[in-house]
């Protein structure tokens, strides 16, 4: 079992930055590929970025390349999210997530444990 718990969102004005934490229960947090979906209202839950239980494989999503970075520190059990550059469209509620095994996954159904989610909002 692993439990997650997300701080880090709020309100910027668009071209800041954020920097969103996950911490996560669970002695084995670093068997856990970890990733951070959002949602916007209306629409559906994306991807932004997955990276492995090793930290050798990252995936970002094509609209956030080169803006966000996922990281993640096994010894606290934690990843975080850190967004640069951030546009009104990355509104959404940000959720960090995580399943056991290796290799990434684009899908939220592939996806085991979520946490409660925080609200990003990105004023023009």
């Known amino acids: 079992q692993v439990q997650l718990v997300e701080s880090g969102g709020g309100l910027v004005q668009a071209g800041g930055s954020l920097r969103l934490s996950c911490a996560a229960s669970g002695r084995t947090f670093g068997s856990y590929t970890m990733g951070w979906f959002r949602q916007a209202p209306g629409k559906e839950r994306e991807i932004v970025a997955a990276?492995?239980?090793?930290?050798?494989?990252?995936y970002y999503a094509d609209s956030v390349k080169g803006r966000f970075t996922i990281s993640r520190d096994n010894a606290k059990n934690t990843v975080s999210l850190q967004m640069n550059s951030l546009k009104p469209e990355d509104t959404a509620i940000y959720y960090c997530t995580a399943y056991l095994g290796v290799g990434i996954r684009v899908r939220s159904r592939d996806y085991d444990y979520w946490g409660q989610g925080t609200q990003v909002t990105v004023s023009s």
């Open positions: 990276l492995s239980w090793t930290g050798d494989t990252i």
